[in-house]
């Protein structure tokens, strides 16, 4: 049965995305790698800063919809940052209490939006950390665990034409190759991934969907050595991507490669952007535009033409404490001197 209240709530969330405007697609030019187009989908401009508010969005309806979230229930989420700060807003819009459930080294400024959004946080020492206190919280409070680990991959309707897959490819159509090669895509939850590669398989598209994985996380392994049950003791660097384990949303059977990109690579690369768009972006998208840009020299190499898609995750405004700080680099990331000197120059 539905109540008057969940029928309120669903009705505020969709009133929200009528209000809401689709994301860019920023075209970035390769002058070194002639026939091949860049196309970067500006995910930073989500009235939340990040690609998290489509999933915050859809968990939330995922939710209310299966009787799990009702009036005053609190909301409990396992977080890196950017699905908090969505989840918060949402929650807010709600009326509902919000508890993040985050690794201490997150940083400040997700913290600083968590709490303007009314959320609370809850700090625990590592990634690793974070299910099992968020199921604890939840419990001791009468809470929902949102659980976006889990359920990113089933709360979107990548069959739809309201997923992030059909804009790309709705963005996409008058464009000189149309149909991409590749889509490159980092994996926090994998819901995107598989939102991603679902709708490639569903519509039939010739495009291959390559995730890219940083340091200190086990997507890479798990795909290649087909085995879902590794393990990593350390967390990764690159906020929002990069798992200790391969989440239940991460969906191997759709994705056709993934490479390993290095911290290094990651960061370089957000300089590198920074100075072609005249604006920052947050790490995981250095992540994604290193992947990209590999496979458009390998095209270039085979005298191939066509374009890749990848995404600008979020913006570089949150990490003026890490990523945009040099010494922070220095003594977590190391010199990037060698790594920027491979980057193209034009």
């Given amino acids: 049965m539905t109540t008057q209240w969940t029928t309120s709530a669903i009705n505020a969330i969709q009133a929200d995305y009528q209000r809401s405007a689709?994301?860019?697609?920023?075209p970035l030019e390769l002058p070194v790698y002639p026939g091949v187009s860049l196309y970067l989908k500006d995910e930073s401009t989500h009235p939340t800063g990040s690609l998290k508010h489509r999933l915050a969005r859809s968990l939330f309806l995922y939710g209310l919809c299966n009787g799990w979230i009702r009036e005053g229930t609190p909301v409990i989420e396992a977080s890196s940052g950017s699905t908090a700060v969505s989840e918060a807003?949402?929650?807010?819009l709600l009326g509902l209490p919000f508890i993040a459930v985050m690794p201490r080294c997150t940083a400040r400024r997700k913290?600083?939006?968590?709490?303007?959004?009314?959320?609370?946080?809850?700090?625990?020492?590592?990634?690793?950390?974070?299910?099992?206190?968020?199921?604890?919280?939840?419990?001791?409070?009468g809470g929902h665990?949102?659980?976006?680990?889990t359920y990113a991959e089933r709360a979107t309707d990548w069959r739809g034409n309201n997923n992030i897959a059909e804009?790309?490819?709705?963005?996409?159509?008058?464009?000189?190759?149309?149909?991409?090669?590749?889509?490159v895509m980092s994996a926090g939850t994998g819901g995107t991934s598989a939102t991603l590669?679902?709708?490639?398989?569903?519509?039939g598209h010739d495009t291959k969907l390559v995730v890219v994985d940083?340091?200190?996380?086990?997507?890479?392994?798990?795909?290649?050595?087909?085995?879902?049950?590794?393990?990593?003791?350390?967390?990764?660097?690159?906020?929002?991507?990069g798992r200790p384990r391969a989440e239940p949303s991460f969906i191997p059977g759709v994705i056709d490669d993934v490479i390993k990109v290095s911290d290094q690579c990651s960061i370089a690369t957000l300089y590198w952007l920074e100075?072609?768009?005249?604006?920052?972006?947050?790490?995981?998208?250095?992540?994604?535009?290193?992947?990209?840009?590999?496979?458009?020299?390998?095209?270039?190499?085979?005298k191939q033409t066509g374009s890749i898609v990848t995404l600008i995750c979020d913006s570089g405004e949150r990490y003026p404490d890490t990523y945009y700080n040099p010494q922070w680099v220095a003594e977590n990331i190391g010199d990037l001197t060698d790594t920027q000197a491979t980057l193209p120059k034009w």
């Avoid at 086990?218 to 085995?227: A, L, N, R, S, T």
């Fill in 111 to 141: 913290i600083e939006q968590i709490e303007f959004y009314g959320g609370k946080c809850h700090f625990v020492d590592s990634s690793a950390q974070i299910y099992a206190e968020s199921e604890r919280l939840a419990r001791e409070t």
């Fill in 167 to 183: 804009s790309i490819y709705r963005q996409m159509s008058r464009e000189a190759h149309p149909v991409p090669r590749y889509i």
């Fill in 89 to 92: 807003y949402f929650a807010r």
């Fill in 214 to 241: 940083p340091e200190n996380s086990v997507f890479y392994d798990c795909y290649h050595q087909k085995c879902s049950h590794l393990r990593c003791d350390t967390g990764s660097k690159i906020e929002g991507i």
């Fill in 275 to 302: 100075k072609l768009l005249g604006r920052r972006t947050g790490a995981s998208t250095g992540t994604n535009v290193w992947g990209a840009l590999q496979l458009a020299k390998q095209m270039h190499e085979q």
């Fill in 145 to 149: 665990y949102m659980d976006q680990f």
């Fill in 197 to 203: 590669g679902r709708f490639i398989r569903y519509q």
């Fill in 22 to 26: 689709d994301t860019h697609l920023i």
